[in-house]
């Protein structure tokens, strides 16, 4: 992949979607410069002298995705953790940047990245910032916190008691976390023998520590948070958002709605375990359980969606960004609304003053043209004919795609 920049840019196309709550724009272009958006509006308008244009003929300009939960571990032995554990750091880091790059050609501008092992997502973030390397904005979490035997695995970092899960979270801040994940419950992928998706982990105490730690710098906590009794722990020590939500209650949901709690559903990362998991190499028994929860995991999303719940994109691992989106219109949701989960709702997710996700003024320069209309065929954004992340068009790679 190979990186241009130059002056003040046009970028049009026939449609346009801003991924505010206003109908697509036609025939309309985003004025870019200094890696910002100075205007978005109908291509005659915005046309002046010497502003060299790009146009992308029947395509759609939208704002790059973004994807709330991926470990950046690909479908290999790193994703699952087990055989990749004695691998040292610099490896893992290889990996995480080797991934994060395909993600970029997909169409993916930023990742939040809930759990990486010893951190290495804060490494390569830093790296891709001093030019070392290419790919998306990176949100990070740095080491998820969890109990000793807990479901962090290789991902994360064992404490136990409030104090030594507060001095974990300040652990990740002082190395440069954007925000912090503790573990509330077990999860499909066992990471120790015996653990169920419906074993509560963390304490609400444990958790309150991280929170306090996380919000005195004004920083979010998410907790993957699969089984009911973990969901009420997380949700009663006041974090911001849940990730997965297997066994989500209408009351859960209910309260979330009204206190402001986010849910990350990560749905099709569920059907690919339980369709793709064999030729993923994974263990039977996350096959199984996998598939045991499909349908009270659709159930604990209609809650949410029933509530008016704030939720958003996550693919961990073994799910599909467009599967995912494209996923969220079988409950109903429109297609416009399914890409605002994967654009806007993400960015949301990740901060209440992201200055991407959406098309306007002021925002990064952060969007993708899409061949044809993406809202008759969702489909139509695995054909990504260019991507741009802050100001900065990058020339798709086919050997980042795999």
């Not at 709550?21 to 002298?49: S, Y």
């Not at 990070?140 to 136990?160: L, S």
């Amino acid at each position: 992949m190979e990186l241009e920049s130059g002056p003040p840019m046009l970028v049009s196309a026939p449609r346009l979607i801003t991924a505010n709550d206003e109908p697509p724009l036609r025939d309309a272009a985003v004025r870019v410069h200094d890696g910002r958006i100075e205007a978005v509006g109908p291509r005659t308008d915005l046309a002046t002298d010497g502003v060299e244009e790009r146009h992308f003929p029947d395509a759609t300009l939208m704002p790059g995705m973004i994807d709330c939960h991926e470990h950046v571990a690909g479908r290999s032995r790193f994703s699952t953790g087990v055989d990749a554990l004695d691998e040292p750091d610099a490896m893992w880091a290889v990996v995480f940047a080797h991934y994060a790059r395909g993600t970029l050609s997909r169409g993916v501008t930023t990742l939040r990245i809930p759990g990486a092992r010893h951190a290495v997502d804060l490494v390569v973030r830093r790296a891709f910032e001093e030019g070392y390397g290419v790919g998306p904005r990176l949100v990070c979490a740095g080491e998820a916190i969890g109990m000793t035997g807990g479901h962090q695995g290789a991902f994360g970092r064992a404490a136990d008691g409030p104090w030594a899960c507060a001095q974990a979270a300040r652990l990740q801040f002082e190395l440069g976390a954007d925000f912090i994940k503790v573990m509330a419950s077990g999860g499909i992928s066992a990471a120790s023998p015996g653990e169920l998706p419906t074993h509560a982990q963390l304490t609400t105490e444990e958790m309150r520590a991280v929170v306090e730690a996380a919000h005195a710098r004004d920083k979010r906590v998410t907790a993957h948070a699969d089984g009911e009794r973990g969901i009420s722990n997380a949700l009663e020590a006041g974090l911001d958002c849940l990730e997965h939500g297997i066994y989500l209650t209408a009351d859960h949901a209910r309260y979330m709605a009204e206190h402001g709690v986010a849910l990350v559903p990560t749905l099709d990362c569920m059907l690919g375990i339980v369709h793709r998991g064999h030729e993923f190499g994974l263990e039977p028994s996350w096959i199984d359980v996998a598939d045991e929860i499909l349908d009270v995991h659709r159930r604990s999303f209609q809650h949410a969606l029933d509530a008016g719940v704030l939720f958003a994109t996550g693919t961990d691992s073994y799910g599909d960004m467009v599967n995912e989106i494209a996923y969220f219109t079988t409950f109903g949701v429109d297609p416009y609304r399914a890409i605002q989960a994967a654009t806007r709702d993400a960015a949301a997710v990740i901060s209440a003053h992201a200055d991407f996700g959406t098309l306007e003024a002021g925002h990064s320069a952060d969007l993708i043209a899409v061949a044809g209309d993406p809202l008759d065929d969702l489909e139509r954004l695995r054909d990504v004919r260019t991507v741009m992340l802050r100001g900065a068009t990058h020339v798709l790679d086919e050997a980042a795609l795999g």
